[in-house]
């Protein structure tokens, strides 16, 4: 293993614990090798994911519709969606149903809107709300320090 080799002839000790304990690590790693080796092709399927959602993101809030929807992106993407074979799942599931869809956002995620519970306290929206809230109060307060109107 040329990596290893090259490593061992600098001679620093924390180097050489490191190999000792990663070299048989990487032997199988070497010995397993499974293609692509890089992420390029990762890479540009995630760029397409993007391109597709980027438009819509801020409409997803339901994790269990989201995470379906990825599924079957992934599918597509790795050249598993028929179009044939999905008008076969379709028709089935409307037959097992008496030819009727089931009821829009039988999808539910368990947790609410849980993708937008995510959302961090620093978020534009929320600072700007707070913001607003805070002016509200100081309005009122001095409202409330000028006495009744007259």
Excluded: C
């Amino acid at each position: 293993m040329g990596f290893v080799q090259s490593a061992r002839r600098i001679r620093l000790p924390e180097l050489d614990r490191w190999l000792d304990k990663t070299e048989p690590i990487m032997a199988q790693q070497v010995v397993l090798k499974r293609y692509p080796v890089t992420t390029g092709a990762l890479e540009n399927k995630l760029r397409i994911v993007k391109a597709r959602l980027e438009d819509r993101r801020w409409q997803f809030g339901n994790r269990e519709r989201m995470d379906r929807l990825l599924m079957l992106m992934q599918l597509e993407l790795n050249g598993h969606a028929v179009e044939r074979n999905w008008a076969q799942l379709i028709r089935k599931a409307l037959e097992a149903h008496g030819g009727v869809a089931p009821l829009r956002r039988e999808i539910m995620d368990k947790r609410g809107h849980s993708l937008r519970a995510k959302a961090t306290p620093s978020s534009r929206a929320t600072r700007k709300h707070r913001r607003k809230m805070a002016r509200q109060r100081k309005q009122a307060k001095r409202r409330s320090a000028l006495g009744p109107a007259p």
